[in-house]
């Protein structure tokens, strides 16, 4: 079994299924915008980068102006909530794993490219506080996975660290890559969001078909 003292741990397709509260709230964005919302597997594709919000309209309105962002953003943000409430669910054996890992004296911390505090309100309203750290998620100015200065915010939760006690656990790219611009061990989640042909060919140090399935990795 491998030694780590952290686990960071991605939320979306890694902790809770959330693409269909996603899904549904980029439907109604795109509609409010204005905009025809592409279908249901291009917007799949688009989420299996593991990018923002931001990075993903701009991919498929390249030229939006910045006013059209800001009201895209707003009616996703609005309308999201009522389809997280509705359709994410975590994903089988999260909250006895965590218990788990918290047993054996883990560091647990969310590392997610999603709006801030949408994360916190979902880690709340299941429950998870108890069991983190700390959440680093999306929010101005900071930059996002797989950008190596996302450690930095890391680092300063926890100074005393060695990166050879981390472990970035995730189901993206940018999970599997931001892991490797900062040199640090990975885990792909195979069950969650991301390209399975890209992130096998990123080469994870480990691989989990189950969350639970963590625990046999971790001693």
């Known amino acids: 079994m491998a030694q ?8 979306d397709g890694t902790l809770a299924e ?46 939006a102006s910045a006013q059209q962002t800001k009201q895209f953003v707003q009616h996703y943000r609005d309308y999201y909530p009522v389809a997280d409430l509705a359709e ?28 801030a505090q949408t994360v916190r309100d979902s880690v709340e309203r299941f429950k998870l506080n108890s069991f983190f750290s700390g959440i680093i998620a999306s929010e101005p100015p900071y930059p996002h996975k797989p950008h190596p200065a996302v450690m930095d915010r890391v680092i ?13 656990v995730g189901d993206t ?8 611009n900062v040199n640090i061990a990975s885990c792909w989640v195979s069950y969650g969001h991301g390209w399975r042909e890209e992130c096998e060919k990123l080469s994870a140090d480990f691989r989990i078909d189950h969350f639970k399935d963590i625990l046999k990795i971790i001693a």
């Open 88 to 115: 994410t669910h975590l994903y089988d054996d999260v909250l006895s794993t965590l218990s788990a890992l918290k047993e054996r004296g883990k560091e647990l911390i969310i590392v997610s490219n999603k709006h």
């Open 173 to 180: 790219a940018a999970d599997l890559k931001f892991a490797k």
């Open 156 to 168: 300063s939760l926890l100074p005393d660290k060695k990166k050879s006690e981390f472990l970035m």
């Open 4 to 11: 780590f003292s952290t686990l960071l741990l991605d939320y």
């Open 18 to 63: 959330t693409r269909p509260a996603i899904l549904r709230s980029l439907k109604e964005a795109f509609e409010k915008s204005g905009f025809q919302a592409p279908a249901p597997e291009i917007l799949k594709d688009q989420l299996a980068h593991g990018g923002t919000l931001l990075t993903l309209f701009a991919s498929v309105v390249p030229d």
